[in-house]
């Protein structure tokens, strides 16, 4: 069987190496070229993209979209939804969800990759329902994670529920590089034998293993497996799209993908890597192995903000001690994949703690969100010790987070008629308030030839 390929370069490629700084002119060039080459699809938005774009690149997120729909004719486009917190760091009400999946299909979008950083079955549903709606592609993402709660019975019944749900396919996302390959063989093995639909392989290369994690997948019977061009592949990123290409050739699984197109590709984003080298945006740490990793499950993302936050406080001794803490307020925590947003809960809580020299002496909003139930369902149930340490007598609730949501649009219309020139502008507003007003206020500048620099911004780029 065939192996197809998801080619996530101008997504997860670009956002887990250059902090997703890469322009549309600076891919616009080699997407016909891309387009020829037989990926199954390409992963070219979501995640960090559409925030990145109004916060640091000027530009309107849907007109990439728009962009790559026009270069991208043959090729399927895929994007990466954090089920109902859409592309942002919390919970947006059902209307809000409902139209922007609608508005992600209408502008281009092929097949939505939808997870929920907590496995919450429930936050994936309107999504989903949304997507089915529109007769696009639901993909539903298990995010993957170690810990004793997390067998391989808990993901099988997760795949069953997410298959249920109304999957076309489900991925293993395994955001931090830690399923390891005999336990990827074991795993997709034992989701074939009770789910019909197709199995998408997601790892990132931070450990050193993932390579070896896709063949040993492949072996026991998955479908699609997500990679990078070389020069935007490896460390924190996905295994290289040309060498598992090389790998699988003149074997039964054979891509049929021609090497010399992928050449062509590769070649085009050399000296683009090189740039990255040379201004900083690319760091040489983000690409090496870090066995941390497999001991305390960081992603390579989370990595570099908690050394950020670290020297942001002049405490940048404290690394080691905060990366022993880290894996104690998870487990206090209920166990959470550390994926957007509850590896960065995970993480400022555990940075905190160090700096505190108290456990919980500060916490933040997130935080006790997290414990009040207002992200969902924690894999394990919070003890009633830290609970009552972080919220004290507070009860959590039990319900979908998202029923205790009002209806968000037409308050954000209202808000927003002066500047919003159609219904995806609402939504990049009801998304990112002050990233997408900054740039409206640019973007009405440039129109009626004032000082752009009204805009501020905090970018690589200038202005």
């Not at 939808?114 to 329902?129: C, G, Q, S, W, Y």
């Not at 909003?365 to 207002?374: A, N, P, Q, T």
Request: charged fraction near 25%; proline fraction near 5%; charge should be negative.
């Amino acid at each position: 069987m065939a192996i197809k390929i998801c080619d996530c370069t101008l997504r997860d490629g670009q956002q887990s190496l250059i902090a997703t700084r890469m322009r549309i002119e600076e891919m616009q060039p080699i997407l016909e070229k891309m387009d020829t080459a037989g990926f199954h699809a390409m992963e070219v938005w979501g995640g960090a993209t559409f925030d990145s774009c109004l916060r640091y690149l000027r530009e309107d997120p849907w007109e990439r979209l728009r962009a790559f729909r026009s270069a991208l004719k043959h090729t399927k486009l895929q994007m990466l939804l954090r089920g109902q917190n859409i592309l942002g760091y919390k919970n947006y009400p059902d209307d809000i969800v409902d139209t922007f999946v609608r508005k992600s299909i209408e502008n281009g979008i092929d097949i939505i990759r939808i997870f929920d950083a907590l496995n919450d079955a429930r936050n994936l549903e309107t999504a989903v329902k949304a997507t089915k709606a529109e007769d696009a592609h639901a993909q539903l993402a298990i995010s993957y994670t170690l810990s004793d709660v997390h067998t391989l019975d808990y993901y099988v019944q997760l795949a069953k529920d997410y298959q249920n749900l109304g999957a076309d396919s489900i991925c293993i996302k395994d955001m931090a590089g830690l399923l390891l390959p005999k336990a990827a063989y074991d795993l997709v093995k034992a989701l074939k034998e009770v789910v019909k639909v197709p199995i998408e392989i997601h790892s990132h290369y931070t450990s050193g293993v993932a390579s070896m994690t896709y063949l040993k997948a492949i072996e026991a019977g998955a479908d699609i497996i997500d990679t990078d061009m070389s020069p935007l592949s490896m460390g924190t990123a996905q295994p290289a799209t040309e060498v598992m290409i090389a790998a699988l050739k003149g074997t039964e699984y054979d891509t049929g993908i021609d090497e010399n197109t992928l050449k062509e590709i590769g070649d085009y984003f050399k000296p683009l890597r090189e740039k990255a080298l040379e201004s900083g945006l690319l760091s040489p740490k983000v690409l090496a192995v870090d066995i941390a990793t497999l001991m305390y499950q960081v992603p390579g993302g989370m990595l570099s903000n908690l050394v950020s936050q670290l020297k942001n406080a002049n405490a940048e001794d404290k690394y080691d001690e905060v990366l022993k803490e880290i894996p104690r307020v998870r487990a206090d925590m209920g166990y959470p994949p550390l994926v957007t947003p509850s590896s960065q809960i995970v993480g400022t809580q555990a940075v905190l703690n160090v700096l505190m020299g108290e456990r919980y002496k500060m916490v933040p909003k997130e935080s006790k969100d997290l414990v009040r139930g207002m992200y969902g369902k924690t894999p394990v149930k919070i003890s009633d010790e830290i609970r009552k340490k972080i919220i004290g007598d507070e009860e959590p609730i039990t319900c979908r987070p998202a029923d205790l949501l009002e209806p968000m649009l037409p308050k954000v219309r209202e808000e927003i008629k002066d500047y919003a020139e159609s219904e995806e502008d609402v939504l990049s507003y009801g998304l990112f308030p002050q990233q997408a007003m900054d740039y409206f206020k640019f973007r009405q500048a440039q129109k009626y030839g004032v000082d752009p620099s009204l805009a501020t911004g905090d970018g690589i780029y200038p202005i």
